[in-house]
């Protein structure tokens, strides 16, 4: 008797913690509810995405603009679908082109990019628009459409000519990141050797250009004597339209301390990426590892293709890669505040840039998770807006005000 008691009673408890269990996992998130508030009322300016690429060198599409259709699930990590999940207010289409492929002219690849980028916003009036100033931005958002602006990266692209520069922000571009990859005849990049030790004089010529016409100056890719020199020279507060902190992950690309420090008082603002190896430590050494490996392997095989893609495969198998988490792209983001301040933080996600994506950050989708997980660890709505594009839009307004002021002068 007792023991049938005893049994009911276990019973009874059972089904209660199974009920409250339920009622947990079907209770809303506030967290999620708050970022999606957020988002519902501010816009979201992403500052990197290199889907006009992606379309570029798709096996299928190849540069086809009407094959690579947005209305339907992509290959990639961009389609309309994912990016009014993901409550997208503004994106900035990055118009890139490899600076180590010279091909005809930068310029001509250039050109093709910016067109690729035009058609496609063209293309979908109902959903893109092109925004040309800052206060296009939260025009198309009330309008429920994607504010779309162009960024070009890679200062290789202009050829050594302040006319091309001048063509670029004619034919859209708003922001021109100063070197990619490759060190140019007027700036060193943060992967290639430093020349110059920074800018150039007709660098300093190029920043001051940029500045007249009202084109954000990026310093992602640059190397940290370039970001400096830039810095000096700016009469406008400047982006790094997808960098990480150096301080967390001590890789090339990410901004050291003390330049966060001097963003601070620029005015500028530093857009966290998703990309693995600037935000995960632990993919950043296996990165490494496998790089160090794979020289061994060559000096071992020789120039056996292979082999080498053999010796490759095997110690892949032997070494499985680490995954970078959202709670990492937010340990960055905390990161730059603390040191920059929440006035000079947002987001660049770099989606159809990378191979290797985030958990919990794996296409456009997954912007509202991001900024629930800040809203847990204590951040307010007010700051949440200055994350999501208020700090952006107070950079490109003041990027303007610095055109008109030059422009005057120079009459």
């Not at 080498?308 to 890669?321: E, F, I, N, Q, Y």
């Amino acid at each position: 008797m007792r023991s049938a008691t005893l049994t009911r009673r276990l019973l009874t408890l059972a089904l209660l913690f199974a009920s409250v269990a339920t009622v947990k996992a079907q209770a809303p998130d506030k967290y999620l509810a708050r970022a999606r508030h957020v988002l519902a009322t501010t816009p979201l300016i992403d500052g990197h995405n290199d889907l006009p690429w992606r379309i570029r060198e798709d096996t299928t599409a190849r540069s086809n603009v009407d094959l690579y259709d947005l209305r339907k699930k992509t290959p990639g990590h961009t389609d309309f679908a994912r990016l009014k999940q993901g409550m997208i207010g503004a994106q900035f289409w990055s118009v890139y082109t490899p600076g180590d492929w010279r091909d005809s002219g930068y310029a001509r690849v250039q050109l093709q990019q910016i067109d690729i980028a035009r058609r496609v916003i063209a293309k979908y009036p109902d959903k893109l628009a092109l925004a040309l100033r800052a206060d296009d931005i939260p025009r198309s958002f009330h309008q429920k459409k994607v504010a779309s602006l162009l960024g070009l990266e890679g200062g290789h692209a202009i050829e050594n000519s302040l006319g091309l520069l001048r063509d670029y922000y004619d034919l859209g571009v708003r922001y021109m990141t100063l070197t990619h990859n490759v060190t140019l005849d007027w700036a060193d990049a943060a992967l290639d050797s430093a020349r110059h030790g920074g800018l150039t004089p007709f660098g300093e010529s190029v920043v001051l250009e940029m500045n007249r016409l009202g084109m954000l100056v990026d310093l992602a890719h640059v190397s940290p004597g370039t970001m400096s020199d830039a810095l000096n020279v700016t009469r406008a507060p400047v982006i790094f339209s997808h960098s990480g902190a150096r301080a967390l992950v001590e890789v090339a690309r990410n901004v050291p301390d003390s330049i966060l420090r001097r963003v601070t008082v620029n005015g500028g603002v530093v857009m966290v990426p998703f990309v693995t190896s600037f935000v995960s430590p632990e993919v950043q050494a296996y990165d490494r590892a496998t790089g160090e490996a794979m020289r061994d392997a060559r000096e071992r095989i020789g120039t056996d293709t292979t082999a080498l893609r053999a010796a490759g495969d095997a110690w892949k198998a032997s070494h499985p890669k680490p995954r970078a988490t959202l709670s990492q792209v937010a340990d960055q983001i905390d990161y730059v505040r603390k040191i920059a301040g929440v006035d000079h933080v947002g987001i660049g996600g770099d989606f159809d840039g990378i191979d290797d994506v985030v958990v919990g950050l794996e296409d456009v989708s997954k912007y509202p998770d991001l900024f629930a997980e800040l809203a847990r660890r204590g951040w307010s709505d007010a700051d949440l807006r200055k994350l999501a594009g208020e700090n952006v839009l107070r950079v490109f307004r003041a990027a303007e005000k610095v055109s008109a002021r030059m422009r005057a002068e120079s009459r």
